[in-house]
């Protein structure tokens, strides 16, 4: 039914004519970018009353005195329900700290946390389809637990601020919310998310569209295609200062993906996007040192490249063998 | 009356400092108004995601921006 609108108002109100490029971009562009604006506020609005149920308090409670690898696993698991703003980070950090939670443990978290985030999710979903975005979740589910089970094989505990392992966190009974104020609160969260990210979605969508509208079919190929070995790496070199532009790249990276990139250079390209943002790192400074971040981003860096090449070898087998 | 408004400096602790500072004005209630930006403060309470509103010591909410009416409640005793 969208496309039938998009269709309507470019080739008959804008009199455009279909299977010019022109018009293969506009109607690209309106498509889309309703598309997304519905599944955003509608989907933002449903994880968010979803995520009222667990704040990082109850995270805590459940992650309880895990140890590793089942620690890892439960960590990654609610990184993704887990309500999570760079600004929360601290106080996240050191509660988790606080409770006798391994360091690796509260790594999968705050990897999982940012990566796979309902943002990422639904653009992946309304451009790519429900399978690229359930490979998504479990390859950011994947990359968090290993990556934890990395940092924690480090014994880095020494690379903590040291205030960290004196604060005490008081005990107390869990604020229980009423369904009113669960719904003013994802009411509030969507609109907050929707104020930060709308234009990053217009301009991706743009810029996607003229992509798919104007370059050649076999521009990508030339340049990051299954011939360049080096393609993942430069990806993931170039998309780790562009966080917060998620929600404006996945549009360019579908386009890009229609001319020709490989899936798992698109995919690495995307969640390096995601998994390592330079605010985040900025507030993490706060507890860690200098070098635990620096062996942080190494790590996910290095995990998110691995996973480019994996998922670019598969294909490239699955698509021979089909 | 004595109100903590926990927070590290995020545009969101502002709006609700702002938010319970302006209910008490409106209320005309006798109350002091403390904004928490140490984190070991805040942690004392046990709130780990800010922002965070604690009236005598109790927490009232934490990791959002309560509504207007919301404060004047707790503000009243309700």
Redesign the interface.
């Known amino acids: 039914m969208l496309q039938a609108l998009a269709d309507l108002l470019v080739y008959r109100l804008l009199v455009i004519h279909p299977g010019t490029e022109l018009g293969s971009s506009l109607d690209f562009f309106f498509y889309d970018t309703v598309k997304i604006f519905l599944l955003l506020t509608v989907i933002i609005f449903v994880v968010a009353v979803i995520r009222s149920f667990f704040?990082?308090?109850r995270a805590?409670r459940l992650l309880g005195n895990k140890r590793e690898y089942v620690g890892n696993l439960l960590a990654s698991l609610l990184g993704i329900v887990t309500?999570f703003?760079s600004?929360?980070a601290?106080?996240?950090f050191?509660?988790f700290i606080?409770s006798g939670l391994p360091l690796g443990v509260t790594f999968s978290f705050l990897i999982s946390s940012p990566t796979v985030n309902e943002v990422a999710l639904i653009m992946l979903w309304g451009l790519f389809g429900w399978d690229i975005a359930l490979l998504y979740v479990a390859t950011g589910v994947i990359l968090a637990f290993i990556g934890g089970i990395v940092i924690g094989k480090l014994k880095l505990e020494h690379l903590v601020e040291d205030?960290v392992y004196?604060?005490?966190?008081?005990?107390?009974e869990e604020?229980v919310l009423t369904w009113r104020?669960r719904f003013?609160?994802a009411r509030?969260y969507t609109k907050d998310i929707l104020k930060r990210v709308w234009l990053f979605v217009i301009i991706g969508i743009g810029l996607g569209a003229l992509i798919h509208g104007y370059a050649p079919i076999d521009f990508i190929v030339k340049y990051a295609g299954p011939g360049n070995p080096f393609a993942v790496i430069i990806a993931v070199l170039i998309a780790i200062p562009l966080y917060s532009n998620a929600a404006g790249t996945i549009p360019i990276v579908q386009a890009l993906v229609g001319k020709g990139m490989p899936l798992g250079t698109a995919l690495a390209f995307m969640m390096a996007v995601v998994a390592i943002s330079t605010p985040e790192m900025i507030i993490l400074r706060?507890v860690i040192k200098p070098k635990m971040i620096a062996i942080f981003v190494g790590i996910i860096t290095v995990a998110i490249i691995f996973i480019g090449y994996l998922f670019n070898f598969v294909f490239v087998h699955h698509l021979l063998g089909a | 009356m004595d109100i903590e408004v926990l927070g590290t400096g995020c545009i969101k602790c502002k709006k609700l400092e702002e938010n319970v500072r302006s209910a008490v004005a409106e209320l005309r209630i006798e109350a002091s108004v403390t904004k928490v930006e140490d984190i070991a403060k805040i942690m004392e309470h046990g709130v780990m995601s800010t922002p965070g509103v604690v009236i005598d010591g109790v927490v009232k909410s934490e990791g959002r921006i309560p509504s207007q009416q919301e404060i004047k409640n707790w503000l009243q005793g309700k």
């Open positions: 704040p990082p308090e805590r309500p703003c600004c929360s601290v106080p996240l050191i509660g606080e205030y004196k604060i005490k966190v008081g005990d107390r604020v104020e003013e609160y509030d706060k």
